[in-house]
């Protein structure tokens, strides 16, 4: 593949220079998103810097100049780059971007060699989930109480097996739902989700270190049921980034 150049009259600036130009294919508008947040968040595209006009990315991606158009106002959405009438589109700092955004998170997950991002992803996790433990310490139903305590069982009767995941996760979203906090709930589920899709993020397991999860989900369910609320949220901040460094330290280290 060659790289982007335009048809005619002067060079224009060169990126993706190695991707594969695209054929039509459906949903082309999502994938040439795709491409673009990858190239602006790996820094193909620094900011600052604009992007090629909408008939060398129509070449390039193989696609008309409609789709070009779409998909780069839904890059603009996303924060990543701003349109101005006469000069262009331009890429804007990585401090201007929807970092919740799924395309986006995505990007900085599968594309983050040093796992910078998975670190501060575990430190912002521990933060929020902290603060719903102990909302869900401070107040509390019966039946909530009930449910959170099934959900530990099931995380106890799954440790052998490939439902023990899926059980951990229902043991944080019943805390979640438990806090009654939307806005943190939101926020920590679409974190979760998307660094749950990185091998990276989920690491090795052992039988120590399930056993060593259960301990620590244990000691949060008894500061909430005791109504401790420094208890429940330090003991939620400490799992999860306990948690974090027992997957992260054997497989990633920085350097």
């Known amino acids: 593949m060659s790289e982007l150049s335009a048809p005619a009259g002067p060079a224009e600036p060169t990126i993706f220079g190695s991707s594969p130009q695209r054929a039509p294919a459906a949903r082309l508008g999502v994938a040439v998103v795709h491409d673009l947040v990858n190239a602006i968040v790996t820094g193909e595209v ?4 604009s992007l090629p006009p909408e008939g060398v990315l129509a070449q390039h991606f193989g696609v008309s100049r ?3 158009r779409e998909s780069v106002k839904r890059v603009e959405e996303k924060g990543l780059v701003t349109i101005a009438q006469g000069r262009g589109t331009e890429v804007l700092p ?5 970092l919740l955004d799924p395309v986006v ?6 594309n983050d060699d040093t796992i910078g991002v998975l670190d501060e992803l575990a430190v912002v996790r521990g933060a929020l989930e902290g603060s719903m433990a102990a909302a869900a310490a401070a107040e509390h139903t019966d039946e909530e109480l009930a449910t959170l305590r099934e959900r530990l069982e099931h995380m106890n009767e799954t440790k052998n097996g490939r439902g023990f995941d899926q059980a951990d996760v229902d043991f944080h979203l019943t805390v979640m739902a438990m806090s009654k906090n939307l806005l943190a709930q939101n926020i920590t589920k679409i974190l ?3 660094a749950r899709e990185s091998a990276r993020f ?3 397991t052992s039988d120590e270190a399930i056993q060593l999860t259960l301990d620590e989900h244990a000691r949060v369910l008894r ?14 901040r400490e799992h999860i980034s306990v948690a974090w460094q027992r997957r992260r330290l054997p497989t990633h280290r920085k350097g």
């Open 105 to 110: 998170l995505s990007a900085l997950v599968d």
């Open 192 to 194: 979760y989700t998307r």
């Open 94 to 98: 990585s401090y201007s971007w929807n």
């Open 223 to 236: 500061a909430i049921e005791r109504g401790d609320i420094v208890a429940a949220e330090n003991a939620m």
């Open 46 to 49: 620094q900011p600052g810097q």
């Open 66 to 68: 409609t789709v070009i």
């Open 202 to 204: 989920v690491g090795a």
